[in-house]
């Protein structure tokens, strides 16, 4: 294969696949692999209803030697075809991550971070013998030690409202709307959700990059670089996940306008709300206009509007910076942005002060623990 096959997925086992795409093509890897649970049994609720648990095929290995060896080899192609500015991201739990890291490390991979995504909303431990396992585990690493590689420090700044970004990722699990079912039931058991797509791809990419995903499932990864104006490459393996990621990804209406909005390179505590949540969770978008309220003269919104940067700051007039900034920019005046940009509500045709989006989001987070 001499030419990247770009925006597709390619059906097969990635074992296989991985072996004919050229190498030093690919410019970030995401990786969900099998986590080899180990699940022995059924587990159920204390109201005797079954949970809706990782039973498929392909999370079973039969040892810990051959899942070691399986994750050995994709890995060993992983490295061969990501550039040599490339990193990878690869996401597991307590079962697998340790083995991941070893092999990664063992391979020639050099660690840059170990992030944590802590889960506003895990599933408890019905059994009560454990503590509740509220989080999954990334590594982010580079292909060779020392080489220069994408990271947005400043994007990850604006996303959480100019605070520097830690490695302890408060996000809510795949749930709701955005979990997609069939007559009920998940599709996919391990879904991950845009959100933590979202700023991983905008940490480190730049638009135009091509994105690997190995693992591709119902094409989380894909349908996020596509919303940010990169490149991607799936494989996956099972047709009816094939089919769901294709109908997701086409969904998909990439922004036309304004190149800027994605080539940003802009210069909290975890329960804080940031406008960059508002973004990650998809309630607002990059690209989409906020109007400023000019004091409600004549019972009208002034017609001022800024356009959302895909990092969580507003573009006016040549001028880039936070609600706060670019509000106290034209009142010329001490500006909470947050009370004084409205977005455009399309199903009402209203515009509604972004504060009650905030309120959405915290009421979320306090209902599943996350103040």
Known sequence: MTELPLDQILQGDCLEILK??????????????????????????????????????????????????????????CRRVLRRSGTIWVIGTYHNIYRVGTILQDLGFWTLND????????????????????????IWAQKERGARYTFHHYDMKALNDDLQMRSDWYLPICNGKERIRNNGSKVHATQKPESLLYRIILSST?????????????????????????????IELDQEYIRVAKQRIEAIQPLEKMEFVFDTHAKTPAHRVTFGALLESGLLRPGQDLYLEL?????????????????????????????????????????????????????????????????????????????
């Not at 039969?62 to 060896?69: E, I, L, R, T, V």
């Not at 992030?115 to 990334?138: D, Q, S, Y």
């Not at 894909?222 to 940010?228: K, N, S």
């Not at 947050?338 to 045709?349: A, F, I, P, Q, R």
Request: neutral net charge; aromatic residues 12%.
């Open 295 to 371: 004091g409600k003269r004549n019972g009208e919104i002034g017609e001022i509007s800024a356009t959302i940067l895909a990092n969580g700051h507003l573009y006016y007039q040549g001028i880039t910076g936070s609600i706060h900034q670019i509000g106290r920019a034209i009142l010329n005046a001490p500006c909470n942005g947050w009370m004084v940009w409205y977005y455009l509500d399309e199903s009402s045709g209203n515009r509604i002060v972004i504060d009650q989006l905030r309120q959405k989001v915290k009421a979320e987070y306090a209902r599943h623990g996350g103040e």
């Open 206 to 234: 730049n638009p135009g990059d091509v994105i690997l995903d190995p693992f591709f499932g119902t094409g989380t990864t894909g349908a996020v670089a596509r919303l940010l104006n990169r490149h991607w490459i799936g």
């Open 20 to 77: 004919n795409l050229p190498a030093n093509a690919v410019d970030m890897i995401f990786a969900d692999p099998p986590y080899n649970l180990q699940l022995k049994g059924d587990l159920w609720r204390p109201n005797l209803t079954k949970v809706d648990g990782v039973v498929e095929e392909w999370d079973r290995f039969s040892s810990f030697k051959d899942y070691d060896a399986f994750t050995r080899v994709w890995l060993t192609e």
């Open 115 to 138: 992030v944590v995504w802590i889960k506003h909303n895990p599933m408890p431990n019905f059994r009560g013998v454990r503590f509740t396992n509220a989080h999954e585990t990334l």
